[in-house]
């Protein structure tokens, strides 16, 4: 069964930074893709940014120059800095993983977690 767990969400004044954390466990069919989603109030989830599978990395244009996507293979984590945080990134910030080892693909998300940033 695969399971990701967010960390390091929190309230941060505007221009400040904060980092996210996600691991991975269980299965997941490789290749997969890992990123992140946001969803503010009465919104839609959206996409963050997100590592291929062919390892780049590829980011909204509302977060590009401010966040920064990585991961670390090994210990399937993935990992955003955010930072020059400002209040429209307030959000609760979900972690994805999409394996494309079978058909469809399959996708996989974390609980999320809170990241409010204050003016």
């Known amino acids: 069964q695969v399971r990701l767990v967010e960390s390091g969400g929190g309230l941060v004044q505007a221009g400040g930074s904060l980092r996210l954390s996600c691991a991975a466990s269980?299965?997941?069919?490789?290749?997969?893709?890992m990123g992140w989603y946001r969803q503010a109030p009465e919104k839609q989830r959206e996409l963050v940014a997100f590592?291929?599978?062919?390892?780049?990395?590829v980011y909204d244009p509302s977060v590009k120059g401010r966040f920064t996507i990585s991961k670390d293979n090994a210990k399937k984590m993935v990992f955003l800095q955010m930072n020059s945080l400002k209040p429209e990134d307030t959000a609760v910030y979900y972690c994805n993983v999409r394996s494309y080892g079978s058909i469809p693909y399959r996708d996989y998300w974390g609980q999320g977690t809170q990241v409010t940033v204050s003016s």
């Open positions: 590592i291929t599978i062919g390892g780049g990395p």
């Open positions: 269980g299965n997941i069919f490789s290749p997969y893709s």
